[in-house]
């Protein structure tokens, strides 16, 4: 079993950054991958970012490629998602969350964080 919980979200003017951080509980966290997910209001869950096991190996949506940065530090159990250049588009809940295998696909993640809010104003 694994619990997540998220934080750093915020309120942000456009242009600017926010990292969000993702404890994980338990001493299996090195054993998962990692992903970041956002729902926008009125529109589906999607994909991020994600990373391997020991963070050798990241992916990124076109949509947030060269503003975001997935990191990870399995001492602190901890994974984070550097966000730059922020633009209104960005507003949604982000959610972490952890799978077996390093995979984009949502349904493939098996423990999710609650979620935080990330607001982006013009």
């Known amino acids: 079993q694994v619990q997540l919980v998220e934080s750093g979200g915020g309120l942000v003017q456009a242009g600017g950054s926010l990292r969000l951080s993702c404890a994980a509980s338990?001493?299996?966290?090195?054993?998962?991958?990692m992903g970041w997910f956002r729902q926008a209001p009125g529109k589906e869950r999607e994909f991020v970012s994600a990373i391997t096991l020991s963070g050798g190996w990241t992916r990124y949506a076109d949509s947030v490629k060269g503003r975001f940065t997935i990191s990870r530090d399995n001492a602190k159990n901890t994974v984070y998602l550097q966000m730059n250049s922020l633009k209104p588009e960005d507003t949604a809940v982000y959610y972490c969350?952890?799978?077996?295998?390093?995979?984009?696909?949502?349904?493939?993640?098996?423990?999710w964080g609650q979620g935080t809010q990330v607001t982006v104003s013009k």
């Open positions: 338990g001493r299996t966290f090195s054993r998962y991958a």
């Open positions: 969350a952890a799978a077996v295998g390093f995979t984009t696909t949502q349904r493939e993640y098996e423990y």
